[in-house]
């Protein structure tokens, strides 16, 4: 079975940029999606088909993926952005997720 | 669009439950639908998935055989059953719509909690 590797955790300092990597066997040819989960509250979609945000996610988190890494960036972090991040992809019928990466700020 | 889960609850080893999900505010049968799950201070899990028409549905093998997945989409409904329930099948259990040929998941319920006790 597929196998999606996350870093446990990432920490940052305000106002820098974080970044959040998903591994994966030639991720660079699925699609990728990325959820952000607060304590306490269901996943959010923040980027899907790799680089693609929803509307009202801000354009400081982006989304890229190539060759076997996958990649979320949020630049200008800010405190409201500390939540755990997970990656998502759809793989021989099955859904696949990350371990989900804790970012502290 | 709003996704609303129930049927939780506490139930002993061996036993059943049945989860339902509601969906407002969107055409719910022209989505497909999913169950995900999360063990307490775990990861998200993907548990199973349904097609708009039920012509197809998916599962995590740690369910395969013991959970089934259902939908009616004239009462706008999903449905988890879940049969010989385990102490690992605690977690909260959140339905999702998938969005439109993305296979990712756009909008989420807030969940509801099964344990499994021994």
């Known amino acids: 079975s597929y196998v999606l590797t996350q870093p446990p955790s990432v920490s940052v300092a305000p106002g820098q940029t974080a970044t959040i990597t998903c591994a994966g066997d030639?991720?660079?040819?699925?699609?990728v999606h990325w959820y952000q989960q607060k304590t306490g509250q269901a996943p959010v979609l923040v980027v899907y088909?790799?680089?693609v945000r929803p509307s009202g996610i801000p354009e400081r988190l982006s989304g890229s993926n190539s060759g076997n890494t996958a990649t979320l960036t949020i630049s200008r972090v800010a405190a409201g952005d500390e939540a755990d991040y997970y990656c998502q992809v759809w793989d021989t019928n099955t859904v696949v997720f990350g371990g989900g990466t804790k970012l502290t700020v | 669009v709003q996704l609303v889960e129930s049927g939780g609850g506490l139930v002993q080893t061996g036993g059943s439950l049945r989860l339902s999900c509601a969906g407002y505010g969107f055409t719910f049968g022209t989505y497909w639908m999913t169950w995900v799950r999360q063990a307490p201070g775990k990861g998200l899990e993907w548990v199973a998935n349904i097609k708009q028409d039920r012509s197809e549905r998916y599962y995590v093998d740690s369910v395969k055989g013991r959970f089934t997945i259902s939908r009616d989409n004239a009462k706008n409904s999903l449905y988890l059953q879940m049969d010989s329930l385990r102490v690992e099948d605690t977690a909260v259990y959140y339905c999702?719509?998938?969005?439109?040929?993305?296979?990712?998941?756009?909008?989420w319920g807030r969940g509801t909690l099964v344990t499994v006790s021994s």
């Open positions: 999702a719509r998938d969005w439109v040929g993305t296979h990712s998941f756009d909008h």
């Open positions: 088909e790799d680089r």
């Open positions: 030639n991720i660079g040819y699925k699609s």
